[in-house]
């Protein structure tokens, strides 16, 4: 990138305080800018940063004045903290012009339908009746099984696995390494002590606006469907098992993990390492503690649950303090 | 797959009861059905879907008798429940014939030695006098190191990446992404602080009729092997370490990670994201709940342990309900 | 590899005690030394191994007096236990040529720079100005960004996937399908439910000396960088999110996961499946049991911390010993 202070006051409707032509190739945190960066004062406490900064440019919010003198270009805008997200959205924008291009050493079945400009990268695979749609990006090392369907300006990172006959809605991202639509975990345990494999037929479908992370797992159904609907967001190294349903804009950290044909309902929030056990339903709008395990369904909706078997966070804090208060004492006063 | 009602029946050993000709392409569940599936009806709870279904055939017990006029096709069987795993098995099994191929971009060593009809994908990659036998697939982007020895009728997803001289029995099934004889983790500390890498010169034995999840790590030992036996049934994203040994039959739910050298029995079952730490010996027939950490010796067989550091599962409730009382009272009362 | 016992003497700076041309090809523990193995005696509980072991060569002690009679070998070294890992070290140095190759169907970009005896495998990309360092060996299958920087002396084994712009130092290696530089986990609510992707700019530095684990993902800052400094350790699955610092020669077990912008000290030790809350600050020389939950500042160095949320190892362990009594006791007597 290579942005003058005129070019981004323009992008944020903001006004320039300072050189118009002062020139910036990269962000920087406000504690730690050099000449050629931009960065950002939004919250008090670091403002005096705005005085050391050697950031050749810092956005803030119309309403400050300094206290001493600085040496940056000023851009002033209404809200300095969201105009972070809005200038980084515009350069990425800039980066990711759509193309058409075909890498060396890919496949892409005969019977498979690409949409316009879409890259496939070298050494991925598109079997045979597979999807694309427009403006779809798959990188390199990319496995896409016979029959898949992905939706348009979806961005599948390099060594993504993706089964035959999965769904993928539009503007889908999902992260290099990502599962989806391995078997299912399941087997009938047999009379001699070995087990049956029960095999899946069924798919994965993921709605619109989803994003994956890297390593996560989503797995196949036996029969139907594991749905991940629209919004919903997915940290790294997350497993989703086979028959799960996850409601909309529900948001999980790395690493949870959710058991077999579970439904959880929409605008959840799961922390790092979270379980849930199989079979549950987890009310929408519910909240849960990082490492928290949930072995019983949730039926009411915004509870705020922590701990494992989880209960109501303020009573698991309660609970904890009398354990902790055990501990201290040697366990004699209880 | 396209079957007609009659042959179902004869798969199953069933008679029809309806129309003969009717056509499925797939399946559905019964509260789900639509003209063209077919469903299954065992548990009397889903009694009044059997008679609202759009389902074009459902498989029912010989037993069952209709309280309402229903419009689908009936096969019966003896135990509809257990003919779903046989339908399905019959369904994959035609889908899984096997060939030969050869992909392009891939890579197979002169001095390897590949069985009969085995599929190799396209841009994987055999290296120098790796065996694999016959009937086995080996799907795209799959790296096989010198040495390795897998068996026949085994399926390896596509990412999947074997370390050099690991050795895999037959009807293995290892999904995508998983990696198999990463280095074990192990570092000897020195006197400046750093540490000083141990080498892992050991390998990775898997038996016969083993699943391994996608993304799930077995490493290999530092001398000698870290063994799966036969039968042993692993999910998506566990941690197998170096000389690590698991007893036929054992099963782990996802997210599941052993430490070094530790011993497990057979016929165990571990739920998800259960701890085990290292250098321990757990008993056969041992029952682990989700999450739990187990940090001493399991002597006993048949135990079903629960919480961190694991109790017995009644004690942990007992230990628990008290817990959890003082969370509910504020803690006075005890 | 092929070594006689007197050149093993040759490498251990050790004298021989028997056949001076007895030859090995392998590693064996010392309760199972077949002919032609080599096995390491140096803990006194497995003395009578070495009168029964089979093994051609073993390695003791120059202090070890024979009790009874015994066939192998023996190469006698100032301390057998230590000249486990020398031996493993020069095996395996010699195995490690480094030699120029470049696989088939990989792609090197025209304007990136590669050192010297660089290895390049079947099937890997390297990405526009990314630069390699001499001597290192970037493996199949390997997916490596636009832009990114990898110093000398590094491994990169197969179906790792390196997001563009990350730098990497000398001497680190990577295990299989790990992920380095997927985007943070930022989202901004929006009013109506749902949200909006915060777009990440930044990138992941890593120092030298590192190991990071099969299936690990770091991911990358919004702004500024991921740190990992020179010596840290990580073993497979762990996760690190955006903006955290580990300090130098920290050793995290698998599993790991730590949110973001958390800093963590020097010569930390985490065992397996801890997780670290997003934002905190971890003392140097901290020490986690596994499976313990960090949600608070640990301040002072030396700590040693146990549980959810996570109390001094001592602490914990007495409060625990409280609450396994009222399972046994089913909490009347408290």
């Not at 942005?3 to 945190?29: H, P, S, W």
């Not at 193309?99 to 890919?106: A, K, L, P, S």
């Not at 070298?122 to 990319?142: L, N, P, R, W």
Request: proline share 2%; aromatic share 8%; charged share 20%.
């Amino acid at each position: 990138m290579e942005l003058t202070a005129e070019q981004i006051a323009e992008v944020l409707g903001g006004v320039v305080d300072g050189d118009r032509e002062a020139k910036v190739t990269t962000f920087a945190r406000i504690e730690s800018g050099k000449p050629g960066s931009i960065s950002f004062y939004a919250n008090p406490k670091y403002e005096k940063y705005v005085y050391s900064s050697k950031a050749t440019i810092i956005i803030v919010n119309k309403s400050f004045e300094p206290k001493e003198s600085l040496k940056a270009t000023l851009v002033r805008v209404d809200d300095a903290y969201s105009a972070v997200a809005a200038l980084l959205d515009y350069v990425t924008a800039e980066r990711k012009k759509y193309c058409r291009h075909r890498g060396r050493h890919c496949h892409i079945a005969f019977s498979s339908k690409i949409g316009k400009k879409v890259y496939v990268g070298d050494c991925s695979f598109i079997g045979k009746k597979a999807k694309v749609g427009d403006f779809t990006k798959i990188y390199e090392q990319v496995y896409i099984g016979e029959g898949v369907e992905i939706g348009s300006r979806c961005i599948i990172y390099p060594g993504v696995k993706i089964y035959p006959g999965m769904k993928i809605g539009n503007n889908v991202i999902i992260h290099a390494n990502a599962v989806i639509g391995a078997d299912g975990f399941g087997f009938a345990p047999l009379e001699d002590g070995t087990y049956r494999k029960i095999q899946h037929t069924g798919n994965v479908i993921i709605g619109n606006d989803v994003e994956i992370g890297a390593n996560t797992c989503i797995d196949k159904s036996q029969i139907g469907s594991t749905i991940i609907n629209d919004g919903v967001k997915n940290d790294n190294l997350c497993q989703i098992a086979h028959n799960v349903e996850v409601g909309r804009n529900t948001v999980m950290s790395a690493m949870v993990g959710i058991a077999g044909s579970t439904k959880v309902g929409e605008h959840c929030i799961f922390a790092g390492q979270v379980g849930i056990a199989n079979g549950l339903k987890i009310a929408s709008n519910t909240t849960i503690g990082a490492q928290s395990g949930i072995i019983s369904n949730i039926n009411e909706e915004g509870e705020v649950l922590f701990g494992t078997p989880a209960l109501k966070h303020r009573e698991f804090l309660r609970a904890y303090a009398v354990f902790r208060r055990n501990g201290r004492g040697g366990g004699k006063q209880d």
